[in-house]
């Protein structure tokens, strides 16, 4: 028996009689002040151990009681938990107040339980746990579960200390009460985790999102990598998004976005994953691919689930996605490379119609290399002016009289020369930039016709393109309007020439009305109206009448092989008609031969443009188109010029901002 009492039962004082001393045990005053300082608590503990142990010398006999007293009285009073346990029985041998009184127990009843009753540790049984505690330093503290006599448990972290009092092993267990630290940790972890989702995910649709394609994907082509198997990245944007966005407004826009995310989880497997980049723009990372043909099949299924139609808020939109593939290694090693390439392979997915996909090959690259130095140099362009406005005639074909002028943009690049507009209208539209590009030629358009007006030239109307995305500004009459009055030219001399696609589209991205208010309001200017390409695009006729067109111009295409081709002739005599009909004025475009001016006059064409009047020439050398005179035809006209050569395609190199 280690003593007669530890101390009385919890709640009440120790008696004085109680003494952890028991003479026949054997226990050496040294064994004991080491003992009593271990369970006395970790340093504090130890230090009492010690000054009792330099005081404890032979002939202090008399010190001896006072000494063992103190020795317990710290014991008692120390404010965390002490037991020391029997290494071999595994039986609670002591416990101190504060031990018993987070236990629940008397110190009778806690003598009368195994270690094992009161504590435990996940995936460990009572000996293993005791041979782990035995194993650990008084350093490092042991994670335990504590057993109350209520059948409550708590969180306790024990430091432990390995005694030898007599000739009996024991475990001194100094533990302390973590529960309340723990709670805090896990609401503080969940907090974290909870925020580490909110910055990791889209709060739209609930997918990961940028932030989690950063942490992980790296990590991916690592697996792959040791793995030696294929990561495929696949770049989704949806097919005229905005179009949507605009016409049904952002909120329905949101839901259409989660009706896709949706349908795009379901298409791919659970170990993929799918990621939200922003805005109509998604990732998915198809891992453990086992061939090429296991990628063009999952991105089929998410062709087709996105191209059926989608039920939002009642009404039913149809909306596509253009997907570009890059594979690790073969189109990548990194992330960069990866998420680089497989955009490339989109964009050429929708250079090729959309609703498709494209697996990325060097080629795209280079394009794209070659669209980024365009669009570089193009931002230059402006900023250095580079860019020109040249004039080209429009000619009654019975008075040989120029009627307008047709203003051409013209980007003149400081070492590669002359480039071709359809090399960089595109890229301009795509790239935000066609906007200022139109406002330039505008305003060049209007300065140069002052100049004329000053110079004693005759005016007739400037027309001038605008494009889709210059149509959908609504302040383009107001534009026209300031700048007018700004420099006194009456808005009747300006033409607006619009292509049928760029007037459809307006249609699609707003709506009729909205569309309609925009040519109502330059017609209000006095602004005129001319549809420009007129039988390529949509060619629905009833727009004609509605917006009360000025005139119509007839694309190229269909003049160049009018006196060969007998279905070009059918088409361009019909269009003359009708549009006599409905009093609209005809221009032909592309004119380069006697024979096709003679044919046009036989059917019927008023006006008709191309090289055989007159090539495109810059503002200082139009004087003789304003002179009120017909243009003398009989002139020798030289082939193209160093315009249209340097121009051309095959010349054309890539251009370095």
């Known amino acids: 028996m280690l003593g007669r009492k530890l101390c009385t039962a919890h709640g009440r004082a120790p008696a004085r009689s109680a003494t952890l001393l028991n003479t026949a045990s054997g226990w050496s005053v040294n064994q004991l002040a080491f003992g009593l300082g271990a369970l006395a608590g970790a340093i504090p503990g130890a230090a009492i151990g010690f000054w009792l142990l330099r005081r404890l010398r032979p002939g202090a006999r008399s010190w001896h009681a006072g000494s063992a007293a103190a020795q317990q009285s710290a014991f008692e009073q120390w404010p965390t938990g002490a037991l020391v346990v029997n290494t071999t029985t595994l039986r609670i041998v002591a416990a101190n107040p504060a031990a018993l009184r987070s236990l629940g127990y008397t110190l009778e009843e806690v003598r009368e339980l195994h270690f094992g009753d009161l504590f435990s540790a996940e ?157 109509d723009e998604f990732v998915v990372i198809l891992r453990g691919v086992q061939h090429t043909g296991q990628v063009n099949e999952t991105a089929e299924r998410i062709n087709q689930a996105l191209s059926a139609p989608m039920v939002v808020d009642g009404r039913t939109l149809v909306t596509t996605v253009s997907i570009g593939v890059a594979l690790y290694p073969h189109d990548g090693v990194d992330m960069g490379e990866l998420l680089r390439h497989s955009d490339t392979a989109m964009y050429q ?210 003049v160049r092989d009018l006196v060969t081709d007998l279905s070009d002739l059918a088409i361009v005599s019909a269009i003359i008609a009708m549009a006599r009909h409905l009093h609209i004025e005809v221009v032909a475009e592309g004119i380069e031969g006697w024979q096709q001016l003679e044919k046009l006059s036989q059917l019927g064409c008023t006006y008709a443009q191309g090289y055989l009047f007159a090539r495109p020439a810059p503002a200082q050398d139009c004087g003789q188109y304003l002179s009120g005179k017909p243009l003398d035809l009989t002139q020798s006209r030289p082939a193209l010029d160093q315009l249209e050569s340097t121009g051309s395609g095959d010349h054309f190199r890539v251009l370095r901002a």
């Open 123 to 279: 995936k460990l049984d009572a000996q293993a746990l005791v041979g782990k505690l035995l194993d650990a330093t008084s350093r490092v503290p042991v994670e335990m579960r504590q057993r109350c006599k209520d059948g409550s448990q708590r969180n306790v972290e024990a430091n432990c200390y390995r005694l030898t009092l007599g000739e009996q092993q024991v475990l001194a267990v100094a533990v302390h009460d973590v529960t309340l630290r723990r709670a805090a940790e896990t609401q503080l972890l969940e907090r974290h985790q909870h925020l580490d989702h909110l910055a990791h995910h889209d709060q739209l649709t609930g997918l990961p999102n940028r932030l989690y394609l950063a942490a992980h994907l790296p990590g991916d082509i690592d697996e792959a990598k040791q793995a030696g198997s294929v990561l495929a990245v696949l770049f989704l944007d949806l097919d005229r998004f905005k179009h949507i966005n605009d016409s049904r407004g952002h909120e329905t826009g949101d839901k259409l976005l989660k009706t896709v995310a949706q349908r795009v989880r379901s298409t791919v497997r659970a170990q993929d994953v799918v990621v939200r980049m922003g805005g």
């Open 349 to 558: 997915a929708k250079d090729r119609g959309r609703n498709n996909f494209q697996l990325f090959s060097p080629g795209m690259d280079r394009r794209l290399k070659e669209r980024i130095a365009i669009e570089s140099s193009l931002r230059t362009a402006l900023q250095s002016r580079q860019l020109d406005v040249h004039y080209q005639p429009i000619v009654d074909i019975e008075s040989h009289h120029v009627v307008a002028l047709e203003a051409l943009l013209r980007w003149k690049h400081p070492s590669h020369g002359y480039v071709r507009p359809e090399r960089f209208v595109n890229i301009a539209e795509e790239a935000g930039l066609i906007v200022p590009i139109g406002d330039f030629v505008l305003q060049r358009a209007i300065e140069d016709a002052v100049r004329w007006r000053q110079a004693g030239g005759k005016l007739v109307p400037i027309a001038f393109n605008v494009s889709a995305v210059q149509l959908q500004r609504s302040n383009l009459a107001e534009n026209i309007s300031r700048l007018t009055r700004q420099y006194g030219l009456e808005p009747s001399l300006l033409q607006v020439e619009l292509t049928e696609s760029a007037v459809f589209e307006r249609r699609d991205a707003r709506n009729r009305e909205a569309s309609q208010d925009v040519v109502a309001s330059l017609r209000e200017l006095g602004v005129r109206i001319a549809i420009d390409d007129f039988g390529i695009g949509y060619s629905s006729l009833s727009y004609l009448k509605r917006w009360r067109v000025d005139s119509l111009k007839i694309d190229r295409s269909f």
